[in-house]
């Protein structure tokens, strides 16, 4: 009886030890959730798109006013992000729409910059439609 009791209290440590530390274990070749402690501080000083650029006025790098960020669209590959920006209208009738690599856009002054954008050429570009 004595042995049954020794065992199952030797099995019953192993069981719940390797329980334990495998709850602080990744297991190979999967992903951990959220943002690594690293990775924060980049979180914390890029842009977010609700409270900086969406509705802000996209300027050129002479200060005129090109149009504004309407949307931001993330590739399925999620390797580039594109700003819609709508240039033109009034009310957004007759406005125009084009994706703008996120890339191309600067940050200079509290504004975002499109450099060597004007609104003729962006009207010029090939228009931006929403897939159905």
Avoid: C
Avoid at 9 to 30: C, E, F, K, M
């Amino acid at each position: 009886m004595k042995r049954n009791i020794a065992m199952a209290a030797t099995v019953s440590a192993v069981l719940l030890g390797a329980i334990g530390a495998s709850q602080g274990q990744q297991v190979v070749g999967s992903t951990p959730l959220g943002v690594a402690v690293a990775e924060l501080r980049d979180v914390t000083v890029g842009w977010s798109a609700r409270r900086q650029i969406l509705g802000q006025s996209i300027y050129n790098d002479k200060g005129e006013a090109i149009g504004k960020a309407d949307d931001i669209i993330v590739a399925p590959d999620k390797a580039v992000s594109y700003a819609i920006i709508g240039a033109g209208g009034f009310l957004g009738v007759g406005k125009h729409d084009v994706a703008i690599p996120i890339s191309q856009l600067k940050e200079s002054d509290g504004k975002i910059v499109l450099a060597g954008a004007t609104k003729g050429a962006i009207k010029a570009m090939p228009p931006f439609e929403y897939a159905r």
